[in-house]
Nanobody, 118 residues
Framework: QVQLVESGVGLVQPGGSLSLSCTASGTIIFLTSDMTWYRQAPGKGREWVAQIFVGSVSKYADSVKGRFTISRDNAKNTMYLQMNSLKPEDTAVYYC???????????WGRGTQVTVSS
């Protein structure tokens, strides 16, 4: 059984910063898993935000490029998302996703709320 737990829920003012983390536990080899952050704003579908692959190559959605930084610490089975210059449109529930290399199934966290408001 694989579990993903996000942390970093918060309320921040526009222009502020917030850091999220996602820790994996259970029968999983974190080192050989691709990790992704998604988000879902109220009334909208789930949106791909950033992804970090085995080997730490990363990609970003255009909407967050230059403001968000994804990283991973394989020794701690943890992925991070540093969010800077936050905007009200970044308000959403943020989910982490883990996909083991070569696997069909992926795993999801329960999500953590980020609210950007003055």
């Amino acid at each position: 059984q694989v579990q993903l737990v996000e942390s970093g829920v918060g309320l921040v003012q526009p222009g502020g910063s917030l850091s999220l983390s996602c820790t994996a536990s259970g029968t999983i080899i974190f080192l050989t898993s691709d990790m992704t952050w998604y988000r879902q704003a109220p009334g909208k579908g789930r949106e791909w935000v950033a992804q970090i692959f085995v080997g730490s190559v990363s990609k970003y959605a255009d909407s967050v490029k230059g403001r968000f930084t994804i990283s991973r610490d394989n020794a701690k089975n943890t992925m991070y998302l540093q969010m800077n210059s936050l905007k009200p449109e970044d308000t959403a529930v943020y989910y982490c996703n883990l996909k083991p290399l070569g696997a069909v199934s992926t795993y999801w966290g329960r999500g953590t709320q980020v609210t950007v408001s003055s």
